[in-house]
């Protein structure tokens, strides 16, 4: 039976494990973000965007048409949707693991009918229309603290009866923005500013006054201007985060939504001054004990602008990522991220520090040039030695019928292996070892052409991927007979253990590539 890891995340029609950190790359489909200034405004610079994320090694992508920077605008769902709508449509179906960042519902439900696969709630699902659309649908739901009550109430319907009694302003945005004081550039935010005069347009003037809230925070009080330690106590601080994120996956639950399915986000930058932000940084490890992924979300914050001196949201990647992985360390899950390259790399060289958690692959082998099975043979040898890595199982060799535009029968096997690689390093890798063999990849004619070796990663278990560089699993996995006959040799029911995982295998009479001969087995490690 295949390995199952006991920390899945449900998320619509697809499990994810959460036996690694899982990155989530931003695309804002916005004209006004803080941190990109709507470079993916257009649904094609978005799709791009998305998909280069996906390249880089993004799990999910997180898909947001409302800014939350100050003097946003706030968005009706139908312009909410009109702006993301396209974008979901083409990455889902691409396969892509999908979340939508909204708070508005009718936005929520549309996005869910379409297949997405998360709701992430800035408003942490205060608004009882948001709850209801988590009961009715099977998406993952992650619970942002929000600060439109700040303060824990007695009750938890006190606290949603005042969110029903707003100013109807108000409820059009969210009750706290993410980044106070970055439409000013101060480096430090938590300091007194000028006053400003909010206009009958500003969507959060009676909610809060932010001049106000920029030195108080979640504590509710003014900071003093002598201290005896440079850090407030935390201990009310994270009463009133985990209070809220606690009340909220209650409500949730009580209303049917299968604890499986939630996530948590402290919501740092929301509503709270730096010193406060450390704290609940520095408490990752007490929020995961609450039961639920915790996720990181911490990409250019103005608190990391803060306690690293850079000015610009831009510039904040480095240390963004220093905050994400000391998050990681503690136990945070997710991570939300503008970077997902240099993140990628970063949780792929701690895991492979910190972590001894080997994962079952199988990759695909073929050859149709010169001695093919001699080929196939080094192919094995190189790929045991690759660093992390081991050949578990060699299936025979089997010719089978030209397919896929190649003209001349091809020798074919599977290996099997276990590996500590991130997936697009163990790619990497093995398009190293084609090109050591001879493997010309000539632009523009794609796979139809003689090859000394093709080496295919087509599965890793409990990983998906839908970018162009990488899909997992393999789309043509479950209609290739040159690649299921040799999993047979390794395994008793191939059919059987990709069903497992929620993968169709087409019956033999419609594959492609149909196996003819038993070439015999491979002397890969004489």
Known sequence: MPRRNETIWHIGNAELSLERPRVMGVVNVTPDSFSDGGEAFSEKAALDRAFELLDQGADIIDVGGESTRPGFSPLTPEEESGRIVGVVRELLAAGALVSVDTRHAPTAKLCCRLGVHIVNDVTGFI??????????????????????????????????????????????????????????????????????????????AALMDEDAHRTSGIMGVHRPVNRRFPMPESAPVMRQVMGFLGDQARILRREGVEADRIALDPGVGFGTTTDEDVIICRSVGQMASMGYPLVCAVSRKRFVGAISGVREPAERDPASLGVALAAVEAGARIVRTHDVASLVQALDAWRAISTDQPARAFISLGSNVGDRVAYLARAVKLIDELPMTCVF???????????????????????????????????????????????????????????TIDLDLVFYEDERSAGARLSLPHPGLTERDFVLVPMEDLMNDPVRYFASFDIQVAPREERIGIVRADLGPIDWDA
């Open 127 to 204: 608004d009882p229309a948001m709850v209801a659309m988590a009961a009715e649908t099977n998406c993952g739901l992650i619970v942002c603290r929000s600060v439109m009550a700040p303060a824990r109430a007695a009750s938890t319907g006190r606290r949603r009866r005042a969110y029903l009694d707003t100013d109807p302003r108000a409820r059009m945005a969210p009750a706290a923005v993410e980044e106070p004081g970055e439409a000013e550039g101060s480096l430090f935010p938590d300091l007194p500013l000028a006053p400003e005069e909010h206009s009958d347009e500003d969507p959060l």
């Open 393 to 451: 199982a060699v299936s025979n060799a089997y010719e089978s019928d030209p397919a896929l535009g190649i003209a001349t029968p091809v020798a074919n096997a599977v290996c099997e292996i276990r590996t500590e690689l991130d997936p697009r390093v163990l790619l990497g890798h093995l398009l190293d070892i084609e090109r050591t063999l001879g493997r010309i990849r000539k632009p523009g004619v794609g796979g139809a052409q003689p090859r």
